[in-house]
């Protein structure tokens, strides 16, 4: 049997006063995996991360780490190691004993405690830094600091809780690409909390998408922004707009649902053998593949007849704000050439198409 790096079964959280905070969470990751978990703000993302850490106890469920049983080992025993989104930097302690302090609490030899801290401080490049206090830090050396107090204690899965939350736009995202590269040649197991989907979806091999203490999806990037399993990843995730309706079945490998607007297909994210006909289901249009026509064209046409809202051009794009018949808006983007033979003036007709092979059907309830 395949061995993986960490596993969680059916691992539930209820905290003092009923707060149901996780529930049914399963996952499996390999080792060196980097694993985002992605949800609005209450969705169990931090309590997840903390009972794999050993920093709150799990309810009920197995928590494996290399196959073995760590479900109520307490977190010092654990090969884990947790970044939180401020730091918990000492104030008095230069850079250099906030990396050692971490050794020094497991009792290393103070040789290779010294030497393990030399390493970790070249290899984040806080050299020029490694006797400064926290106040004389910058934001992004801070970052810096916390990862390297993480990474010292060689830990087999490094966690870490929206830890670039407090960087600006710029910095965030060059620390992005940095922790990818220092991930890369760590070769250990990552798990990354952030409420982004643009940073989940970045960062991860796979992403966990959470919603009230449940797993919703998980997938890789690609699989999840062009293929949800549900309502709520096809709002969270990408730019969609969702038409709810009845499922007719599936035919050439695509599920028909009759809408408000007329019957509409695409590719079923569920197992046709089990749904029946007339479940409601939602048909869920990404906004990267609609094309602008002058009007209906052609027997086979998938489309949608809209009228004309609000036009911004920038440059070569024109960004366009279409409603369907219930007021619905959808936001379109176009290359301005490709519009010239379209009328777009506010309250002009205008027909969406798209290939139904790039929408997808989701159903809440298979
Ligand atoms: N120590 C606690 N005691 C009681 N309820 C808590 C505690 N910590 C978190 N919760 C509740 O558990 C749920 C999940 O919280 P959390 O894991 O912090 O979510 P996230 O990190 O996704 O924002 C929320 O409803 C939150 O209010
Ligand atoms: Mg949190």
Redesign the pocket.
């Known amino acids: 049997m395949d061995q993986f790096d960490l596993e969680l079964q059916n691992i539930r959280k209820v905290?003092?006063?009923n707060?149901v905070?996780?529930e049914g969470f399963d996952l499996q990751v390999q080792r060196g995996e980097f694993i985002s978990f992605v949800?609005?703000?209450?969705?169990?993302?931090?309590?997840?991360l903390r009972m794999i850490a050993g920093l709150e106890s799990i309810t009920s469920g197995t928590l494996l780490i290399r196959g073995q049983d760590f479900t109520h080992v307490p977190t010092e025993k654990r090969p884990t190691s947790t970044i939180f989104q401020n730091y918990a930097i000492f104030p008095h302690m230069t850079v250099r004993e906030n990396i050692g302090f971490g050794l020094e609490v497991r009792k290393v030899p103070a040789n290779e405690a010294a030497k393990r801290v030399d390493a970790i401080i070249e290899k984040l490049q806080l050299g020029d830094v490694a006797d400064a206090k926290e106040t004389s830090l910058s934001g992004g050396q801070k970052q810096r600091l916390a990862l390297a107090r993480g990474l010292v204690t060689e830990p087999e899965i490094l966690l870490l809780d929206e830890p670039l939350g407090a960087l600006d736009a710029n910095l965030r995202k060059s620390i992005q690409e940095e922790l990818k590269v220092l991930q890369r040649s760590l070769n250990i197991t990552f798990i990354f909390?952030t409420?982004a989907q643009s940073e989940a979806l970045s960062m991860g091999d796979r992403v966990v998408v959470?919603n009230a203490?449940r797993v919703e999806q998980i997938s890789d990037p690609f699989e999840l922004y062009t293929r949800p399993k549900s309502s709520f990843v096809a709002r969270f995730i990408g730019r969609n707009t969702l038409i709810e309706g009845a499922y007719q079945g599936c035919e050439n490998g695509l599920a028909r649902v009759e809408t408000p607007f007329g019957l509409l297909s695409g590719r079923p994210s569920f197992d046709p053998a089990h749904i029946s006909a007339q479940t409601g289901v939602s048909f869920v249009l990404p906004s990267e593949f609609i094309t602008l026509n002058a009007d209906p064209s052609g027997a086979d046409h998938q489309g949608l007849t809209c009228t004309v809202g609000s036009l911004h051009r920038i440059g070569q794009i024109v960004r366009i704000s279409v409603r369907l018949p219930d007021e619905t808006e959808i936001e379109v983007e176009s290359y301005a050439e490709n519009t010239a033979n379209l009328n777009l003036s506010p309250g002009a007709q205008v027909d969406l198409g798209w290939n139904a092979e790039r929408a997808t059907v989701v159903c809440d309830r298979p």
């Open positions: 905290y003092p006063g707060t905070a996780v949800g609005p703000s209450g969705c169990g993302k931090t309590t997840t909390v409420h959470m203490g």
